[in-house]
């Protein structure tokens, strides 16, 4: 046998033995498929790493409109309070029954630093898999994601009367 042939081979019964070392793992029930159960820190490490690239490349190229005029906030803010609170927390809520339970954890998007309009436009659009972040794109246009996206931008600064005030029915 040459040595090209016997590299190969070894190659070869490797990946057998993963593919079913991988098959007993799945057949056997070892993996943990609860939300209580953490991630080991090399998978959480790859993880993130997969969620990181995969929003950058994804979102770069977007145009952003102008987010900064005011115009945008009452109707950000009114699908936030109806759609997002329960999850990422708003000025005044400190807490929900929801929160405890999820895994990955939301941000805290009240005391988040001020997201970039890029990333945060792609992932309130299309979510992100295997945690419970929905593809809000699904059930909202361009121009309320944008809506959207404006306010939680500004949110981080708002006192909790601010941003009660945005949500009355005259506000914006
Ligand atoms: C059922 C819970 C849930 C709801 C409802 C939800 N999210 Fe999320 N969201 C998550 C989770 C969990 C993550 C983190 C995912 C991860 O780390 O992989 C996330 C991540 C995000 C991020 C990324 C934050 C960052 O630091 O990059 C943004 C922005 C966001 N959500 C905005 C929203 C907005 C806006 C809404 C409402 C329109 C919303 N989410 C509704 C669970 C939720």
């Known amino acids: 046998m040459s040595r090209i042939t016997k590299a190969a081979l070894v190659v070869a019964a490797t990946l057998a033995l993963m593919a079913i070392g991988a098959a007993v793992f799945i057949g056997l029930g070892i993996y943990d498929i609860g939300a209580d159960d953490h991630?080991?820190?090399?998978?959480l490490a790859v993880i993130t790493q997969l969620r990181e690239r995969s929003i950058a490349v994804r979102s770069?190229?977007?145009a952003v409109p102008d987010l900064e005029d005011g115009s945008r906030l009452a109707g950000g803010a009114g699908?936030?309070?109806?759609?997002c609170v329960g999850c990422h927390l708003a000025p005044g809520t400190t807490k929900?029954?929801?929160?405890?339970?999820?895994?990955?954890h939301p941000p805290n998007l009240a005391q988040e630093e001020v997201l970039?309009?890029?990333?945060?436009f792609w992932t309130i659009k299309h979510g992100i898999k295997m945690s419970a972040m929905p593809a809000w794109g699904k059930s909202l246009n361009d121009e309320a994601l944008w809506d959207?996206?404006?306010?939680?931008?500004?949110?981080?600064a708002m006192t909790p009367e601010q941003y009660q005030a945005l949500l009355q029915p005259h506000a914006g």
């Open 79 to 83: 699908h936030y309070a109806a759609l």
């Open 116 to 120: 970039d309009a890029r990333r945060a």
């Open 60 to 62: 770069s190229s977007i």
């Open 148 to 156: 959207i996206v404006s306010f939680v931008r500004k949110m981080p």
């Open 96 to 104: 929900s029954d929801l929160r405890p339970g999820l895994y990955p």
């Open 39 to 43: 991630h080991t820190r090399i998978v």
